[in-house]
């Protein structure tokens, strides 16, 4: 395969395309604005749509439609524009529509926002974090061939450096993979009495009565079972780490360097990524935990993955939290944290109070 130059934004839309999305609808809000250019470009020449939307609500309701009609479909926005469409991620994800949402946040304070969602009822996304553009482009084929398989909705969370960082790509030959969506509404049945009907409560066409409860229960087990089975994960040296420092997205890719540069000076530190935000890979981080001594937690906002981290290890090791808010003056969440110099204090510190307090 040949690799090729590519922008993070160029490389997502690239691979959505390649992946058989086939129509796209945003309102430009940076750093989402380039994915959605680049969607622009790209979408036409395939005979898919793109559509720059007058709102990020209207956005969500025509991707609904697209998504309805069996189509690969996909949305997205920074965590801002996402926050206006919570109670329709909510609903699609009930409805059983196999969205993907590229969440391309200001820093890292949408954690909560990804993982938890702020719509009503019982829902979940999967959520996969990449640490670089090459994995941005691998997760982007693999959402969409999740969001299908499961149906149910898939987040890319992205930043600003990865959607605005260039590095050599290369994409999977042919990873578009049909698949038999016999729940679409694509007006193929209309009038003949095998009309299909698409909605969040359970409601069957020609059906007198409703059992939302009994379908919700049954979304239930499916998320279950996507909790069981898609978790993904990274570590590096955990096997004699006394300090163990967990990271995601790009901030990670800074912290594995530098743990990698400690490792080379003989420091007994690791580190450990989870690639999946949800399903948190709560096992693999307890695993990597076992043995050492402290885990620092370095993450750009207040504390929000360090809840998953605690209830991870269940209190076999003492957590800390090494991060903290981090942004620029435009609220990108382009500051100061992204700096090598700084994570290597920040990590070194924590070795130093690990040797007082031991």
């Known amino acids: 395969m040949t690799r090729t130059l590519m922008e993070g934004s160029e490389a997502i839309a690239t691979a959505a395309v390649a992946a058989g999305c086939r129509f796209f609808a945003g309102y430009p809000m940076t750093p989402f604005t380039e994915v959605l250019e680049n969607f622009g470009k790209r979408l036409p020449a395939v005979g898919g749509v793109c559509i720059n939307a007058e709102s990020e609500i209207e956005a969500i309701g025509m991707t609904w439609g697209a998504l309805a009609t069996g189509a690969r479909a996909a949305t997205g926005s920074t965590g801002q ?8 991620l909510s609903e699609i994800t009930r409805a059983e529509l196999p969205l993907v949402v590229f969440h391309m946040a200001r820093g890292q304070g949408d954690y909560y926002q990804a993982t938890r969602g702020g719509g009503h009822g019982d829902y979940r996304h999967i959520v996969y974090a990449p640490i670089d553009v090459r994995e941005a482009v691998e997760l982007t084929e693999l959402a969409f061939d999740r969001a299908d398989h499961w149906r149910n909705p898939v987040q890319i969370y992205g930043d600003y450096l990865l959607a605005h960082t260039s590095e050599g790509v290369e994409f999977t030959a042919d990873p578009f993979v049909p698949v038999a969506k016999d729940w679409a509404v694509d007006g193929s049945l209309g009038g003949s009495g095998r009309s299909r009907n698409i909605n969040p409560i359970g409601m069957q066409k020609g059906s007198k009565s409703i059992d939302p409860e009994s379908f919700w229960k049954r979304l239930q087990v499916k998320h279950d079972q996507i909790e069981a089975s898609e978790a993904r994960f990274e570590s590096e040296s955990t096997e004699d780490a006394e300090l163990l420092v967990v990271a995601f997205g790009s901030v990670a890719r800074f912290v594995r360097h530098v743990v ?32 050492t001594q402290r885990v620092a937690v370095l993450e750009q906002n207040a504390g929000q993955m360090i809840d998953d981290v605690r209830l ?4 076999s090791v003492p957590v800390v939290g090494i991060g903290g808010i981090s942004s620029d003056s435009a609220g990108f969440g382009m500051g100061p944290l992204l700096d090598t110099r700084v994570i290597r204090g920040r990590i070194e510190s924590a070795l130093e109070n690990l040797e007082v307090s031991t």
């Not at 490792?263 to 307890?286: H, M, Q, T």
């Not at 991870?312 to 209190?315: A, C, E, K, P, T």
């Open 81 to 88: 524009g996402l926050a206006l469409m919570q109670e329709s």
């Open 260 to 291: 990698r540069e400690l490792r080379s000076e003989g420091r007994k530190v690791g580190y450990a990524r989870p690639i999946s935000l949800w399903p948190f890979p709560a096992e693999a981080l307890a695993a990597a935990a076992r043995g």
């Open 312 to 315: 991870s290890v269940l209190g």
